[in-house]
């Protein structure tokens, strides 16, 4: 069985959303289209659609993180979706009940959809393997894996500022190696056709085969943002601080913080992303956070338009067959 | 007062739901019927009826139970009721505030509903008995005494797949003694006039006194699955293991755990039942729980419609009387 | 900038609602007259109100408190309104991201509301002068500084008991120095134009500026009591009973206990409130606290009342004309 396969239904429909690797364009196109035909509910008086009525969708969280588990329940809110927030400590799985056994009560239920962080790599995707035919999966974060509906919020929010991405010349700069959103933005990149995908980073914090991606690599930050219409930088984890990988915060700051100065080297009208939160003074200069070129906080209104628009094409197949298979089949 | 004027009301009408004993069978009838009408609801594209509107109905956690929570949130959720979940330490509550000053509070709040776990025997009874005419209680385990939704939802999975219970042999299995889904399900089936009702387990773990409710006791389990047309698992609770009630996990299992091969002595079309989480390989195999026979899941699935119902029954009772009541009682 | 200017938008209309201080009687007026028509609401069949369908209200908890916490989301929900409940530790966020960032997301999320509750005075406040235009702050309580919303539900149960505020005399018992509910008390009932305002208690805990607002300082009781229409109890904080500024417990119950007997001392029709928890036998004896003269739990219900009458004021100002505004400055 293909990732490809796992992802989409026997018509080629979104099913899961696990990884932006396998799709397609089409899909990534749809996606954006999707989110944009959402882009205004949150402007309403009323910010709600009746969309995902009677809908419910868990969030399955085995990491705790308070930011994207509101962005994903509001989106699910806005929705009109009902929405089950479970925190689950590994510890308390491995005790009383199996992971699996948790899932086939959780669809028992007639839950529709998992939202689910995870800090191994491929939780997401062994979720989706073993789920029954009616519940879809999204990954809200896996491990250093994948964090695909983080870039699909980038590509909108590029689009939205720059147009098509065969023109972009695009830089992601700092920690690659560990980070789940490079690699998810690496491949939506790729494939909506940018035309140029650069990595900035020191060289123990880029993958060896990043260049098999079509990616150029620079260690200098200066000579990598020459020229790029957008420039994604990646949040430093600071425990990441303490061991070899990075040099410490001050010499960090010198050499990969993006500063007004470093900035400069880019297009004038470059825009500066971030996928939050934020270090302050760490990989990013305020001057820059706050200023005009800065786009981060447009990428969080993104974020819940975007997850709007993932949720309703998941959920959004077919309901009535789907609803007529399960009924015949509910009495087994 | 008795503790049947406690859980109806003047008309004889389910007010609040304690536990099954002292309740007739009519009004077990009326919840399985009523549950009957909510089982397509979880499998409609819309999964909510605009019953409960407007209600509020409160879970008051003072034990900790994702799993029980969650069942209860679903049901309300899917009767279109508003819902509070409140979890409350035992610390907490004897420092702050009483119980009872906890309670007048959420009442004069106008919650309409507590379902109320509580890890000690009668705590659901003794707010029932101190509550406000206008809330009803609904007891989701407290302690060793009752879990009387539990035990529901299991008669209407029996009723589903056996039909009469007049006809019917059934032996539950494991640690009765501390048991309060046991002790609901011998009130269940007996007030529903089941054929036979069979207890199986070790000495230690059987009360004394169980064969005065014309239950059957078995210390060998395959004699006591012989010809039975429903065999009903109880969970091992580990931490029992420690102490001289129960012989070691593998020596239960020897004895008491439900294998293929034990399950052969029981009719050919028995079902097999669990209240969950299961522990695979103590108290049930997995070729067992996984297998034909079981109808554990289904058990889940049909525990948001017996919820459902007995939230309806209780919460629907005359609703205009009631809101007049109220209104004119509440300028005092 | 004036904290008038805070609170009110550039209409004169309530923005945001974080003291009582600096608004006018016209402001407090309109807040118990919308109170009194949300008062029926929460004794409706279907106790909800379509007005702020739509809208995202963010419980902002600094300070953990389940109590408050309570009302404000049943409010909100009676309104229609999404709820989200954020508790923040004052570590994580000191660590991860600054509170400003934090809220610069939250308001990227289209949130129309911060409900704050915070252990640190003036909290609100700070929020409140950093958040986007179309945001409303609510202060939930914060440090020993406000807790306006408490202070209005008990202007609104002292007028539906006792008309007229100017014909009114009102003595508040207790820790004065540290209560925030007995500082927006104060403002409440001076700005509604109250006959007389007395405080009661050791001089210890009474501010030494206290007269300049027009209040009557006693330390004896009885005398403090004498021919006053309404008192209103403070809740003893006990952890401050082990420094000097408060007597033991029982040495403060014979001196500032309300007990049948002292209260012979007030009008024979004068009512007693506290704004909850009680601690019977500390502040207030059981007799007292469920007699005849005791609104306490009416307080309760008025605070939902109160705190939807708020909410729909703070985010019903000319919706559309913001919701205009917003869409077009969305893009930016």
Known sequence: ?????????????????????GLTRPILTEILDTAESFAGVGAQAVKKVPLLRGKTITNLFFEASTRTRTTFELAAKRLS?????INISTSATSKGESMLDMLRNLEAMHCDMFVVRHARSGAAHFIARHVAPHISVVNAGDGCHAHPTQAMLDMFTIRRHKGEFHKLRIAIVGDILHSRVAR?????????????????GPKTLIPRDVSTFGVHVFHDMRAGLADVDVVMMLRVQKERMQGAFLPSEHEYYQLYGLTEDKLSCAKHDAIVMHPGPINRGVEIDSRVADGPRSVILEQVTN????????????????????????????RG
């Open 184 to 200: 998810s933005q690496i491949h939506a990149l790729s494939l909506l056709g940018a035309h140029e995908i650069r990595v900035i």
């Open 1 to 21: 069985m293909t990732m490809r396969n796992i992802q989409l239904d026997d018509k080629g429909r979104l099913r899961h959303f696990l990884t932006v690797e």
């Open 81 to 85: 979706a009902d929405v089950l927030n």
């Open 303 to 330: 974020g819940i338009a975007v997850r709007m628009a993932i949720m309703a094409m998941v959920l959004g197949r077919g309901a009535s067959d789907d609803a007529e298979t399960r009924r015949t089949g509910d």
